[in-house]
């Protein structure tokens, strides 16, 4: 019985791990080009996002930390009080965005 469970939880474990990876390779290979508009949209000249477009660039690793940078500006746009000031640091919505 507990043989049972110990291998159930080591393959949803594993799959957890498989799902992880296959997702940040989805979005550094096919949903970047969606993620590169909107960053182009809100990365203003001298705020966060354009510091780390200019310092990652366009390798895996840049790929993965300019989609972090553009989901946490959403993130922190949502939440209410001092997060927008975060928000403002990180970049700008010059056009609007559609939700």
Do not use: C
């Not at 990876?21 to 949209?41: C, G, P, W, Y």
């Amino acid at each position: 019985m507990i043989e049972t469970r110990e291998s159930a939880l080591a393959f949803i474990a594993a799959g957890g791990i498989i799902f992880g990876l296959a997702s940040i390779l989805v979005t550094i290979t096919i949903a970047f080009k969606n993620i590169e508009e909107v960053e182009r949209r809100i990365a203003t000249p001298g705020k966060q996002l354009d510091l780390i477009r200019n310092t990652f660039r366009g390798g895996p690793i840049g790929r993965w930390m300019r989609a972090i940078h553009v989901f946490s500006f959403f993130l922190f746009r949502k939440i209410p009080r001092y997060v927008p000031a975060i928000s403002s640091r990180i970049g700008d919505e010059v056009a609007p965005i559609p939700n």
